[in-house]
C-alpha cells in the first residue's frame, strides 16, 4: 500500500509541477528557496487540487516551515485572532488571490476555466 502512495504522491508532484508558475517548480525542485508565504500558498493549492498524498510529502519536505506555520496558527488561537471576521476575510482574500495568480500562470483559456471550476468546487 505504501508503494501505491508513494506512485499516487509522485502523479501528484508531477502534474502540480506541469500547471504551476515557472517560479514554483523553482521552489519546489530546490532550485529556488521556499520560504513560509510561498510554502503556505502551495499547501493550499495542493488541497485545493486534491492532491493530499503529495501534499504529505511537500509538507514533510518543508518541516520546517509546516512547525513555524503550526507556531502561527496556534499564536493565532491562543490571541482568540481565529474568530475575527477581519483575520477570516483577509485569508478569504488572500486565497482568492492565490487563486487568481495561478490562474492568469496557465497558457490557455480551457484549462483556466477547467482550474476556476475546481477551485469553485474547493470553495
Known amino acids: 500500500m505504501e508503494k501505491d502512495m508513494e506512485k499516487c504522491a509522485e502523479q501528484q508532484r508531477l502534474l502540480f509541477l506541469g500547471m504551476c508558475s515557472l517560479e514554483d517548480r523553482k521552489r519546489i525542485c530546490d532550485e529556488k528557496i521556499m520560504d513560509l508565504y510561498?510554502?503556505?500558498r502551495i499547501t493550499y493549492l495542493l488541497e485545493a487540487f486534491?492532491?493530499?498524498e503529495y501534499k504529505f510529502v511537500f509538507e514533510m519536505k518543508y518541516k520546517d516551515l509546516l512547525?513555524?506555520?503550526?507556531?502561527i496558527v496556534e499564536q493565532n488561537l491562543v490571541c482568540g485572532n481565529s474568530m475575527d471576521k477581519y483575520v477570516l476575510q483577509d485569508k478569504y482574500e488572500i486565497r482568492n488571490e492565490w487563486q487568481q495568480e495561478f490562474i492568469r500562470n496557465l497558457p490557455n483559456e480551457v484549462m483556466k476555466?477547467?482550474?476556476q471550476?475546481?477551485?469553485d468546487l474547493y470553495a
Open 50 to 52: 486534491g492532491f493530499e
Open 117 to 119: 471550476e475546481i477551485f
Open 38 to 40: 510561498n510554502f503556505e
Open 67 to 71: 512547525l513555524k506555520l503550526a507556531d
Open 113 to 115: 476555466n477547467c482550474i
